[in-house]
């Protein structure tokens, strides 16, 4: 199972990374998608029995260049028995260098790749749906929960916006800079899904996050006076700065106001406070500046009982005007209830009740009902939010909390 999860977490982090290079070297996105997925699935047979290759990066290139040229020669020659016509282009336009050999990439193909799949020909939701798919390395199906649409919705969207990019030409575009919204929001997705997984038997998937801190970090580095990409790497530092305290030693989830503070990372608090600090002295701030702002508030709280809720919930003021979307409002109104009362979390809670379903405002809810003293009300929303989530580490702390409740709830009708 250990050789298994190895093998497991190296495919996920070179798959974005090989995806790049056949694409530079052949263009045809689709086509070689397709033809790395057929190289992951090789490696996913052989590796585990057979052993990592001392070069899995090569090896999954190699693996999927023969791949993608059987599909190309096999392409050409249908086009010629249908169109009798000469074939498409010379055979060596099809051919990659070995693997480590030629010119070496003046940038990281995984950026490359990323600009592409934010190409301004596709919709916000398909450029997002892409990049997760190409680079978070995110399934079909994980992308569709994220969204709240059918898995066969999401394919088709998926499909169309790889034939969208079939043919344009590999490399940083000449106005990437207008790219830039949806990289950052993409890359926003990519780490919230790293940071708290939409499912399976991890709280965390951490290969997603640093992939997203990298990208995020690398895109600093082209646009180093940008205050809201200043803003998104350091909210993405100061959030993972948390990672180790936010699971048990069985892997159960960890509240943020239960977690041990000595294990949070201080060096990344430090670099995320001083990015967002010098970000917010440059411009009017945005977002992402003044969700890191309240991260910071978060990260340099000594106890949780130490917390600055009123800045915090000043912060969500001006940010809730900004973007006022669900998960925004969600995180205020806690913020509300943690300054002003839970009744008055929950009043802000039933407002977003036709906007926002799902297990987190129920899990809230739930908590809320709790501290106001609504334990068997309490006790039944945290069942409900545990039905409704596909996390198994969520499932299990829901179910938790409930259970305890339901404990308190029969010592109560046993007393005198």
């Known amino acids: 199972m250990r050789r298994t999860t190895h093998v497991e977490d190296l495919l996920r982090r070179h798959a974005p990374q090989v995806l790049g290079a056949l694409v530079r070297r052949y263009g045809h996105f689709d086509a070689a ?25 090569g090896w999954l290139i190699k693996v999927a260049s023969r791949r993608l040229t059987d599909a190309l020669r096999n392409e ?27 010119r070496v ?46 898995e066969a919705t999401m394919a088709q969207r998926i499909s169309r916006a790889k034939q969208k990019v ?35 038997a991890h709280l965390q998937r951490r290969d997603l996050a640093r992939e997203a801190i990298r990208l995020t970090g690398q895109v600093h580095r082209l646009l180093p006076d940008d205050a809201e ?18 699971t048990g030693p069985h892997g159960e989830l960890v509240p943020l106001d239960e977690q041990d503070r000595d294990r949070w990372d201080r060096e990344a608090i430090e670099e995320g406070a001083a990015l967002v600090t010098r970000a917010l002295s440059k411009a009017r701030p945005g977002p992402y500046q003044l969700r890191a702002a309240i991260a910071a508030v978060h990260a340099e709280a000594p106890t949780a009982a130490a917390t600055d809720w009123p800045e915090i919930l000043g912060l969500y003021d001006v940010l809730v005007r900004m973007v006022p979307g669900p998960v925004e409002r969600l995180n205020r109104a806690v ?25 987190r405002p129920t899990a809230v809810r739930a908590h ?33 909390r409930a259970a305890r409740l339901g404990r308190a709830g029969s010592g109560r009708r046993r007393g005198p």
């Not at 600009?115 to 680079?135: E, G, N, S, W």
């Not at 344009?168 to 997984?197: K, M, S």
């Open 76 to 102: 050409q020659a249908r086009r010629r028995r249908e169109e009798r016509a000469a074939a498409l282009g010379p055979r060596d336009a099809f051919t990659a260098p070995p693997p480590g050999a030629g």
């Open 368 to 400: 809320l009902l709790e501290r106001a003293g609504e334990l068997e009300a309490a006790r039944t929303a945290y069942e409900s939010a545990a039905s409704q989530t596909l996390s198994r580490p969520e499932q299990r702390y829901l179910h938790a």
């Open 166 to 200: 079939r043919g344009v030409r590999f490399g940083r575009p000449d106005h990437w800079e207008q790219r830039l919204p949806a990289v950052l929001h993409t890359l926003y997705l990519i780490f919230n899904e790293g940071h708290t997984a939409t499912s399976g």
């Open 105 to 150: 990439p003046c940038e990281d193909d995984t950026l490359s790749l990323l600009f592409l799949c934010c190409h301004p020909d596709l919709t916000p939701p398909a450029q997002i749906a892409l990049t997760l798919r190409a680079v978070g390395g995110l399934t079909t199906a994980e992308i569709a929960r994220a969204h709240l649409v059918p």
């Open 229 to 246: 990409v200043a803003g998104l790497l350091a909210l993405m530092l100061l959030t993972d700065a948390r990672r180790d305290a936010r």
């Open 33 to 57: 998608e397709d033809a790395v997925q057929e190289a992951l699935l090789a490696a996913a047979g052989q590796w585990p029995s057979a052993g990592v290759p001392d070069n899995p990066r």
């Open 335 to 359: 913020a509300v209830a943690m300054v002003h009362g839970p009744r008055a979390g929950l009043a802000e809670l039933a407002a977003l009740a036709d906007v926002y379903t799902g297990h």
